[in-house]
Nanobody, 123 residues
Framework: QVQLGESGGGLVQAGGSLRLSCAVSGGIVNNYGMGWFRQAPGKEHEFVAAISRSTGFTYLADSVKGRFTISRDNAKNTVYLQMNSLKPEDTAIYYC????????????????WGQGTQVTVSS
């Protein structure tokens, strides 16, 4: 079975950068549409980014376009979320997810989820 392990979260000041990693085990990253979601305090899960299984085409929420980048490294079987120009409103628990579909822009399309990693952006 597929397991996802997020890492790279932490505390950073506004304007700073973090790179989150999602290590995939029990499967090959290219077999799944991969995505990142986040959940801020008191809010529902929010789509952040996705990458297509078949093509590697990426999708980003409007709120993070120009600041975040999703990518995958097949050799390392890992998906990344590079986060630049971080804002306090980016503070959330970030979850990596894997979908049996080519890609997904909503939570319900994902089948496997990581434990989450906390990102806190101070002002």
């Amino acid at each position: 079975q597929v397991q996802l392990g997020e890492s790279g979260g932490g505390l950073v000041q506004a304007g700073g950068s973090l790179r989150l990693s999602c290590a995939v085990s029990g499967g090959i990253v290219n077999n799944y549409g991969m995505g990142w979601f986040r959940q801020a305090p008191g809010k529902e899960h929010e789509f952040v980014a996705a990458i297509s299984r078949s093509t590697g085409f990426t999708y980003l929420a409007d709120s993070v376009k120009g600041r975040f980048t999703i990518s995958r490294d097949n050799a390392k079987n890992t998906v990344y979320l590079q986060m630049n120009s971080l804002k306090p409103e980016d503070t959330a628990i970030y979850y990596c997810a894997a979908s049996l579909r080519d890609y997904g822009l909503s939570k319900g399309l994902y089948n496997y989820w990581g434990q989450g990693t906390q990102v806190t952006v101070s002002s």
